[in-house]
T-cell receptor, first 116, second 113 residues
Framework: DSGVTQTPKHLITATGQRVTLRCSPRSGDLSVYWYQQSLDQGLQFLIQYYNGEERAKGNILERFSAQQFPDLHSELNLSSLELGDSALYFC???????????????FGPGTRLTVL | DAKTTQPNSMESNEEEPVHLPCNHSTISGTDYIHWYRQLPSQGPEYVIHGLTSNVNNRMASLAIAEDRKSSTLILHRATLRDAAVYYCILRSPTNFGNEKLTFGTGTRLTIIP
């Protein structure tokens, strides 16, 4: 158990719909990352938040958005869903970083999204 | 980001050591070498990381070549639970907005009972 929780575990929805994925980081971790894993693209970084602010963006579609709340939990919102958005979505968290070092990211169990 | 090259798949017998190679010929002097693994139906899991010296922890050992252009993850006694996809990832030291993990295709390790 990494200490990172994600809900729901599974989500089945239809094209055109909107869903929200939730992530609770490990206690004390300020950084939250979102990754998408699909069969054809592998694991890809979407977006990172640090202490409530967006810190880095990856290959995140404009239809997708995220935020991190004052209690440090994060939500990933996916709208106008397409069949190709079906994937596993992972959240990871890490502690505050010291300059000149690298962090260790702890991943949640993921949310499996199926768009029909 | 500097690129890593790993074999697509490897097999090993249970209770034997496993050596998973990673080539990273374009590594910069400050890049750390990280290994993560992903067990079936789970999120990725941190295994080990190092900069120049060999590293050991309870999960594995990391052997880094003297020129740092390659490294080897060593599982000393593989169990069936070690069957996973192993990712070798290069990471620059903390830099604003540069902490993401860039996953390649990894090595799928199969353990034979």
């Amino acid at each position: 158990d990494s200490g990172v929780t994600q809900t729901p575990k599974h989500l089945i929805t239809a094209t055109g719909q909107r869903v929200t994925l939730r992530c609770s980081p490990r206690s004390g971790d300020l950084s939250v990352y979102w990754y998408q894993q699909s069969l054809d693209q592998g694991l890809q970084f979407l977006i990172q938040y640090y202490n409530g602010e967006e810190r880095a963006k990856g290959n995140i579609l404009e239809r997708f958005s995220a935020q991190q709340f004052p209690d440090l939990h994060s939500e990933l919102n996916l709208s106008s869903l397409e069949l190709g958005d079906s994937a596993l979505y992972f959240c990871a968290s890490s502690v505050r970083l010291t300059s000149g070092t690298t962090d260790t990211q702890y991943f949640g169990p993921g949310t499996r999204l199926t768009v029909l | 980001d500097a690129k890593t090259t790993q074999p697509n798949s490897m097999e090993s017998n249970e209770e034997e050591p496993v050596h998973l190679p990673c080539n990273h010929s374009t590594i910069s002097g400050t890049d750390y070498i990280h290994w993560y693994r992903q067990l079936p139906s789970q999120g990725p899991e941190y295994v080990i990381h190092g900069l120049t010296s060999n590293v050991n922890n309870r999960m594995a050992s990391l052997a880094i070549a003297e020129d740092r252009k390659s490294s080897t993850l060593i599982l000393h006694r593989a169990t069936l639970r070690d069957a996973a996809v192993y990712y070798c990832i290069l990471r620059s030291p903390t830099n604003f907005g540069n902490e993401k993990l860039t996953f390649g295709t990894g090595t799928r390790l199969t353990i034979i009972p």
